[in-house]
């Protein structure tokens, strides 16, 4: 039951996944998200702890899970918003990924409710792949960020 731990930029890649944090480092020029996302290890585990939930949205949840592998464990928290337009962290991997590569299921809180999420990185926006009549993948390469009119190539998937 080997597991492989290797740093990443912002955090892990743990038996391939990578669970890594983030947070905006707000300007005067785009307004507060107040989201985040962090990953600790300490010893045998890893904690994982996010907050896309702001001021400004109103249908607030929570979800999480602990999955474990051996004596190793990852612990998920999230407060999460199903109406978030923006959010600055990252999405940890979904209980399904870990499962496939043995991770048992210790404890799981709740239901992530987003589908696959891009971020355009100029102003935070979200693309939700769920709610879209078109994936993201399948836009033209000339679409545009509704928000700040950036192409493209300058989203990421963050979830």
């Known amino acids: 039951m080997e597991i492989t731990i290797k740093k990443a930029p912002g955090g892990f890649l ?4 990578e669970i890594k944090g983030g947070k905006c480092g707000c300007t005067s020029v785009l ?4 989201s985040w996302a ?3 290890r300490s010893g045998d585990a890893i904690v994982f702890t996010a907050k896309a939930s702001t001021p400004e949205t109103k249908d607030n949840f929570t979800w999480g899970y602990t999955v474990k592998k051996g004596n190793f464990s990852i612990e ?3 407060d999460d918003a199903r109406d978030k337009t923006i959010y600055s962290g990252f999405y940890p991997p979904r209980l399904e990924e870990w499962m496939a590569r043995g991770w048992e299921v210790a404890s799981k809180k709740g239901e992530r409710a987003d589908g696959t999420l891009w971020r355009c990185a100029a102003c935070k926006w979200l693309y939700k792949d769920d709610l879209e009549a078109v994936k993201f993948e399948d ?3 000339d679409w545009l960020c509704p928000v700040c009119r950036a192409t493209k190539d300058v989203f990421e998937n963050i979830g």
């Open 14 to 17: 743990v038996d391939g996944l």
């Open 31 to 34: 307004p507060c998200c107040y």
């Open 38 to 40: 962090k990953v600790k």
């Open 76 to 78: 998920v928290t999230f």
């Open 139 to 141: 836009l033209p390469s």
